[in-house]
């Protein structure tokens, strides 16, 4: 099943949340996927086999919504 949701802030913004099926998700350039302790271990392996690119990062951030900013990850 799959829910697309609609943010409303300077432009609209859209994306669709993905539930019990993930699709083949291919990219032409480097991927970062951004993760934390708790999530990484349950669902990034499956992330991985279904995510094709020229190079993929793998950025484990620790747990909390104070550790989601721009600067945690760069």
């Known amino acids: ?20 099926a993930l699709p083949s998700l291919k990219y032409d350039r480097k991927v970062a996927v951004i993760t934390n302790e708790t999530v990484g271990p349950l669902h990034l392996e499956t992330l991985l086999k279904h995510l094709e690119a020229p190079e993929v990062e793998v950025i484990e951030i620790p747990d909390g919504e104070h550790f989601k900013t721009m600067e945690t990850v760069l």
């Open 1 to 20: 099943m799959i829910v697309p949701i609609k943010l409303r802030q300077n432009r609209i913004r859209k994306y669709d949340i993905v539930i019990d």
